[in-house]
Each structure stands twice: as C-alpha cells, then as structure tokens.
C-alpha cells in the first residue's frame, strides 16, 4: 500500500507532495482525490513539488489517474511541478513519461529536496 503526505502552503501558494511505495489503481484514484482538494485551495499560478523517489510503478488505469490528475493542476493555474526523483526508479520514470504528455505547466526534475527549493517562485 503506498502513501502520499500532502502539505499545502497557502500563504506561499505551493503544495508539498511525497508519494511511498507502491499504490494499487484504486489507491491511485483515491489519492489523487486529495491532491486535487488540495489544489482547489490555491490560487492560479502556484508551484508543485512532488516528491517520488520512492514511489512504485503503477498500473494503466493508475497512469490514466496520473493524467487527468496533471491536466488538472493546469486547468487550476499550476505554474510549475518541481518533481523530484530517482534516477534508477520506475515510477518516477512514469511520473516524467505522463507528465511530458500530459501537463500543460512547467516541469522541472531534480534529484533532492533541497534542490526544489530553489524553484519556488
């Protein structure tokens, strides 16, 4: 079962994610029920950083979830994801494949948090 922390910042309108282990199709939908909630607290032109380096590889309805979870955060103002990964894992792989199709902001990887801090603004 995998886990997501969700922390939304609302005086400096950016949303915190970190997504562990591996998640089931339906674990994927529920998941991203939230995050959606979360970004219907933002205003138009906020910042994502999601964090993925542990995150498991999903399914195709899961990526399916992914996808109309990115053209989501667009259609709500996102200005840029920040999505930190891990070289060598195949769900950070799938995050960077759907979000190249997919997501209609910015897209920016890196390898650590600290190095997401950076992009903020």
């Known amino acids: 079962m995998g886990s997501l922390t ?21 674990e994927v ?23 993925v380096r542990d995150f498991k590889p999903a ?3 899961g990526l399916d979830h992914l996808r109309n979870a990115m053209k989501y955060a667009g ?17 950070s792989g799938q995050f960077s494949r759907v979000g190249a199709e997919a997501a209609p902001y910015e897209q920016i990887t890196v390898s650590s948090p600290e190095d997401a801090e950076e992009f903020l603004q």
Do not use: M, W, Y
């Open 75 to 91: 259609n709500h103002g996102a200005k840029r994801v920040v999505r930190i990964v891990n070289k060598l894992s195949l769900g």
């Open 29 to 51: 939908a529920e998941t991203l029920s939230e995050v959606q909630s979360a970004i219907d607290q933002l205003k138009p032109g906020f910042v994502i950083i999601n964090d």
């Open 6 to 26: 969700c922390n939304i910042n609302i005086e400096n309108n950016n949303l915190n994610l970190r997504f562990e282990g591996f998640f089931t199709d339906d």
């Open 59 to 61: 399914g195709s309805r």
